[in-house]
Every structure is written in structure tokens, then in C-alpha cells.
């Protein structure tokens, strides 16, 4: 989908009323490609990832919760607890490309970020971040650090 280069860098893309977002043509999305949207751990902003890269995601995920668990960090009810957050509300089902180069935005992550019509675009290797705003990713890229 978005290839091994960072393609898409740190730029406003707009949010129609259908809530479909036009994907940057630089990403060389196909039409009928298969996108899945995703939250990142906590929530705050959205990934766009290609069928790979969503089960190599989820399987970071899931070998995380995993050592916690070996590691006594974590009971087994909230390993199972964790599993169940990542399955019921990181993922959301499939969306397709369409000839416009578009996808529709979930509704709940809409809600959940509060978006409105317009979403912070970062391109990653294989994916794209989609952010409230740019002060909403500047906010939690200084938190990384």
C-alpha cells in the first residue's frame, strides 16, 4: 500500500460529510485495495494500514500482552482483558478504496477524536497516521521523547 518510503509527510487532508477521506495520490493506493483503520493503543489518533501490515501490528500487540503476562506484570484476567480491547475496539472492519481514492472514516473514530472536517495526516513507512490536529500530534510526539 504506502510502500517502504515515507511518502506522505505531516500535511492537513480533508474529511467530506460522508466521512470519506481522500487518500494523497503519492501513496499509490489502488482502487479496491483493502484499508484497514485502526487505533493506536490508547486511542488517540488512527492508523491506515494494509492487510500485512495490520496482522504484523496486531501481533506486536499481542506478543506485548504476552510478556507482560510471563512476567507477572498483568493477572491472566487482564491479559484477557487486553486481548479483547485490541480485538473489539483497536480494529475496525475493512474498508475498500474507492475510483476516487477514498475511504470512509469510521464513525466511532470520528467521535472518539473528535474530528471535524478536516484530519492530520503523517506518513509512516506503511501506514498512515491520521491526527485531530497537528497540535494534537505534536502534543504526543513530545510525549514519545
Given at each position: 500500500?504506502?510502500?517502504?518510503?515515507?511518502?506522505?509527510?505531516?500535511?492537513?487532508?480533508?474529511?467530506?460529510?460522508?466521512?470519506?477521506?481522500?487518500?494523497?495520490?503519492?501513496?499509490?493506493?489502488?482502487?479496491?485495495?483493502?484499508?484497514?483503520?485502526?487505533?493506536?493503543?490508547?486511542?488517540?489518533?488512527?492508523?491506515?494500514?494494509?492487510?500485512?501490515?495490520?496482522?504484523?501490528?496486531?501481533?506486536?500487540?499481542?506478543?506485548?500482552?504476552?510478556?507482560?503476562?510471563?512476567?507477572?506484570?498483568?493477572?491472566?484476567?487482564?491479559?484477557?482483558?487486553?486481548?479483547?480491547?485490541?480485538?473489539?475496539?483497536?480494529?475496525?472492519a475493512q474498508?475498500?478504496?474507492?475510483?476516487?481514492?477514498?475511504?470512509?472514516?469510521?464513525?466511532?473514530?470520528?467521535n472518539r477524536?473528535?474530528?471535524?472536517?478536516?484530519?492530520?495526516?503523517?506518513?509512516?513507512?506503511?501506514?498512515?497516521?491520521?491526527?485531530?490536529?497537528?497540535?494534537?500530534?505534536?502534543?504526543?510526539?513530545?510525549?514519545?521523547?
Amino acid at each position: 500500500m504506502f510502500g517502504e518510503e515515507i511518502i506522505v509527510t505531516n500535511r492537513l487532508l480533508k474529511l467530506d460529510p460522508k466521512r470519506r477521506l481522500r487518500i494523497p495520490s503519492e501513496t499509490k493506493v489502488e482502487v479496491g485495495e483493502k484499508i484497514y483503520p485502526m487505533f493506536d493503543i490508547r486511542r488517540e489518533y488512527l492508523l491506515l494500514l494494509n492487510e500485512q501490515d495490520l496482522l504484523i501490528a496486531i501481533k506486536k500487540y499481542e506478543d506485548l500482552f504476552k510478556s507482560l503476562r510471563e512476567e507477572g506484570k498483568i493477572d491472566a484476567r487482564k491479559y484477557r482483558e487486553f486481548l479483547r480491547h485490541l480485538y473489539a475496539t483497536l480494529c475496525f472492519a475493512q474498508e475498500i478504496v474507492d475510483k476516487q481514492n477514498r475511504i470512509i472514516i469510521p464513525q466511532i473514530a470520528i467521535n472518539r477524536m473528535q474530528l471535524s472536517n478536516t484530519v492530520y495526516a503523517v506518513g509512516k513507512n506503511t501506514h498512515l497516521e491520521l491526527y485531530k490536529d497537528e497540535e494534537t500530534y505534536q502534543a504526543i510526539l513530545a510525549r514519545r521523547k
